[in-house]
């Protein structure tokens, strides 16, 4: 079956610092990849996507490279900031068809920015 | 704006009683889910639908029923309500179209006492 592996939390930088969540997934034919943040006290939302391999997403900063030779997704940004303080949870959604393109989640981390 | 919207931000409720959790889309997404929320577990997928009157067992619908009687709105019973089900309970919906992202609602803490 699919899996979705990321890194341990918490975080914890300070601000202004390089941020790397490593993901790593198992799954049978072509995924999408999907990073996803979830703020304190609400529902998760998209922060950004990659459709094939080698796509890069990004979005307010953040960026992740769809890497197939390693099955990696890993998000970074090069200067987070206190507002960035939430919990990321990395996806794969499978496109074989035969899942109605469900969504597989990792763990999440947790992420705190300090000023 | 589009929008799923969960019935209630916080519910307490007794070990148990029946306890409905509903969730409406405004997106005409085919496709909803129900997922709880555990520390260190992340988000287990309990049901999902993909069309009107249909439905799919998660990883742990144990405990759990589900119903979709219009294509904006899918619920989630607890039928006895246990304190292992003190967590928080996320809706979602999707299209059918690959590559697509998923919309949540706010999400639902749910306490059993």
């Known amino acids: 079956g699919n899996s979705v592996t990321q890194m341990e939390g918490p975080v914890t930088l300070s601000e202004e610092a390089f941020l790397t969540i490593n993901c790593t997934y198992t799954?049978?034919?072509?995924?999408?990849l999907f990073w996803y943040v979830q703020y304190p006290g609400e529902g998760l939302q998209l922060l950004l996507k990659a459709t094939k391999a080698d796509d890069k997403g990004s979005n307010k900063g953040f960026e992740a490279t769809y890497r197939k030779e390693t099955t990696s997704f890993h998000l970074e940004k090069g200067s987070v900031q206190v507002s960035d303080s939430a919990v990321y949870f990395c996806a794969l959604s499978d496109n074989s068809g035969a899942g109605s393109y469900q969504l597989t989640f990792g763990k999440g981390t947790k992420l705190s920015v300090i000023p | 704006d589009v929008k799923v919207t969960q019935s209630s931000r916080y519910l307490v409720k007794r070990t148990g009683e029946k306890v409905f959790l509903e969730c409406v889309q405004d997106?005409?997404?085919?496709?909803m889910f129900w997922y709880r929320q555990d520390p260190g577990l992340g988000l287990r997928l309990i049901y999902f639908?993909?069309?009107?009157?249909?439905?799919e067992k998660g990883d742990i619908p144990e405990g759990y029923s589900v119903s979709r009687e219009k294509k904006e709105r899918f619920s989630l019973i607890l039928e006895s309500a246990s304190t292992n089900q003190t967590s928080m309970y996320l809706c979602?919906?999707?299209?059918?179209?690959?590559?697509?992202?998923?919309?949540f609602g706010q999400g639902t803490r749910l306490t059993v006492v």
């Open positions: 799954a049978t034919g072509y995924p999408s």
């Open positions: 997106m005409d997404h085919e496709n």
């Open positions: 979602a919906s999707t299209t059918y179209a690959a590559n697509t992202e998923a919309f």
């Open positions: 639908s993909y069309d009107v009157k249909m439905k």
